[in-house]
Structures are given as structure tokens and as C-alpha cells.
């Protein structure tokens, strides 16, 4: 396993902006299995950020943290200045927070339209179906298809469809290029674009970081559950080489 250089900041940075999302000394455990070992990091409004790391890093598991989806943390997960540690997770859905999993949990029986439809509004300001139809042509396309006929692409575009449709503000986005077509990987990030634009916060765990490196404002590096390094996007240029032997690209 390549550590990282000496020179390479692991610290967090002040974002600029009003802060969502402030995790501190988080840890986390599934069983007796100690994953997260004192994480830090923060994410600004309307901020992009992503958590990279080799499988088993933790970066999956620092999103379900947020949600509330482990078996025990420890630690401070500020969202909004509201303290999510010991929160139920459909508090924390309702407070704004959406989360899209790596396995997406698309109901098989149901049509595009009735998955679409079926999470409830928790706040102001979700996308219209109209809004959402627009952003995903291939959603309207398949609106009366069943979950089953529709392809990994399809399927990814309409769970992060369902997120929308809530009024979350803050998009969790877990592997959401994994097993991918190359044109459809295109599409998400002409999305995500999309939604940073119109001043959605993300913070995007990805595996794939060549379609990670132009979106973000922020990397942050995972390794055995600590953040190693910390990488602004004007660092992005410096510091590409060393992030490839982080990552093993």
C-alpha cells in the first residue's frame, strides 16, 4: 500500500461558503469490525466533493454513517448545525439529505413512473416531474416500462431521479458510474454538472477517477477508514501523479 507523501495535506481546508455538512473524529462499526477510524471533513453549500479510496477504504461506509445506516458511530456529523449522531435515518431524509446507494433498490414490479413517484416529498423545492423528465429523457422515454426493463444506466439515472423529486439538498451519491456503459458515464456527469449548477451540495463517492477529477471542488483520499490526503481542484494539476499511486489507477 503507497502512504502518502510527506507534502500532501490531510488537514481540511475551510470551505468557502456556508458549511452543510461538518463530520468530525467520526468512527463507525459494522459488528465488532472497527471501519472508520476518526474521520474529518467538511462540504460547503453548493459545494462538490468526492471520496476516493481503493475498495474497502471507507468511503462507502462514511456516506451510510451520515445516513445512520451502520451499526454504531461515534464522532460529530453536523448537517445544517443539526447533530445526526443517534438520529434515525428518515430524520435525517427529512431534515434533506438524499441518498442514492451503490445498489440503487429499484422496486422491479413497479413502472419508471410509480418508482419515480413513489418516495415522498420531505421538503420545498424538489424538481417537478417535468424538471425531471427534462434532465432524464430516457426516464420519459421508459416511463411505463417495469423496473426489470431497464437497463444499469437507466436504472442509476432513476434512482438519482427519485432523490430529486424529495427537495434534498444535500445528494449522497455512491458509486454511481459503477459497471457503467462509457456514454452513459458522460450523461451523469453532464448531470451532476447540471445539479451543481442549480446549487445542489454532493459529496460523490467514485471509484472511477477520471470521471471524478474535473467535477469536484475537493478530493478527499481514503485508506483503512482515515482521510490520507486532502486535494483542492487548483491542486488538481500538482498533485494528479500522486493520487494515481493512492488509488492504483
Same mark, same amino acid.
Given at each position: 500500500?503507497?502512504?502518502?507523501?510527506?507534502?500532501?495535506?490531510?488537514?481540511?481546508?475551510?470551505?468557502?461558503?456556508?458549511?452543510?455538512?461538518?463530520?468530525?473524529?467520526?468512527?463507525?462499526?459494522?459488528?465488532?469490525?472497527?471501519?472508520?477510524?476518526?474521520?474529518?471533513?467538511?462540504?460547503?453549500?453548493?459545494?462538490?466533493?468526492?471520496?476516493?479510496?481503493?475498495?474497502?477504504?471507507?468511503?462507502?461506509?462514511?456516506?451510510? &454513517?451520515?445516513?445512520? =445506516?451502520?451499526?454504531?458511530? &461515534?464522532? &460529530?456529523?453536523?448537517?445544517?448545525?443539526?447533530?445526526?449522531?443517534?438520529?434515525?435515518?428518515?430524520?435525517?431524509?427529512?431534515?434533506?439529505?438524499?441518498?442514492?446507494?451503490?445498489?440503487?433498490?429499484?422496486?422491479?414490479?413497479?413502472?419508471?413512473?410509480?418508482?419515480?413517484?413513489?418516495?415522498?416529498?420531505?421538503?420545498? #423545492?424538489?424538481?417537478?416531474?417535468?424538471?425531471?423528465?427534462?434532465?432524464?429523457?430516457?426516464?420519459?422515454?421508459?416511463?411505463? &416500462?417495469?423496473?426489470?426493463?431497464?437497463? #444499469?444506466?437507466?436504472?442509476?439515472?432513476?434512482?438519482?431521479?427519485?432523490?430529486?423529486?424529495?427537495?434534498?439538498?444535500?445528494? =449522497?451519491?455512491?458509486?454511481?458510474?459503477?459497471?457503467?456503459?462509457?456514454?452513459?458515464?458522460?450523461?451523469?456527469?453532464?448531470?451532476?454538472?447540471?445539479?451543481?449548477?442549480? #446549487?445542489?451540495?454532493?459529496?460523490?463517492?467514485?471509484?472511477?477517477?477520471?470521471?471524478?477529477?474535473?467535477?469536484?471542488?475537493?478530493?478527499?483520499?481514503?485508506?483503512?477508514?482515515?482521510?490520507?490526503?486532502?486535494?483542492?481542484?487548483?491542486?488538481?494539476?500538482?498533485?494528479?501523479?500522486?493520487?494515481?499511486?493512492?488509488?492504483?489507477?
Amino acid at each position: 500500500m503507497v502512504s502518502a507523501p510527506s507534502a500532501v495535506d490531510v488537514g481540511n481546508p475551510v470551505p468557502t461558503g456556508n458549511e452543510m455538512l461538518r463530520i468530525t473524529d467520526l468512527h463507525a462499526f459494522y459488528g465488532e469490525s472497527h471501519v472508520l477510524h476518526g474521520i474529518d471533513l467538511r462540504v460547503a453549500e453548493g459545494e462538490l466533493v468526492t471520496l476516493l479510496g481503493r475498495n474497502g477504504a471507507g468511503r462507502s461506509t462514511t456516506l451510510k &454513517s451520515v445516513m445512520g =445506516l451502520v451499526g454504531r458511530r &461515534s464522532g &460529530s456529523i453536523m448537517f445544517n448545525g443539526r447533530e445526526l449522531i443517534g438520529m434515525a435515518p428518515h430524520r435525517v431524509t427529512r431534515l434533506g439529505v438524499g441518498f442514492c446507494p451503490e445498489e440503487r433498490g429499484i422496486f422491479s414490479g413497479l413502472s419508471t413512473e410509480e418508482n419515480l413517484m413513489l418516495p415522498p416529498v420531505v421538503r420545498s #423545492g424538489g424538481m417537478t416531474i417535468d424538471e425531471i423528465y427534462d434532465v432524464f429523457p430516457n426516464l420519459y422515454e421508459r416511463r411505463a &416500462s417495469p423496473g426489470t426493463r431497464l437497463s #444499469g444506466g437507466e436504472q442509476q439515472m432513476l434512482a438519482m431521479a427519485r432523490i430529486l423529486r424529495t427537495g434534498a439538498r444535500l445528494l =449522497l451519491l455512491d458509486e454511481i458510474t459503477e459497471g457503467l456503459a462509457p456514454v452513459i458515464v458522460k450523461k451523469l456527469g453532464e448531470v451532476i454538472r447540471l445539479l451543481k449548477a442549480r #446549487g445542489y451540495t454532493i459529496v460523490l463517492v467514485e471509484q472511477n477517477f477520471r470521471f471524478a477529477a474535473p467535477l469536484a471542488d475537493r478530493h478527499y483520499v481514503l485508506e483503512h477508514g482515515r482521510i490520507v490526503a486532502t486535494v483542492r481542484k487548483d491542486e488538481l494539476a500538482a498533485k494528479t501523479e500522486m493520487l494515481h499511486e493512492l488509488l492504483g489507477v
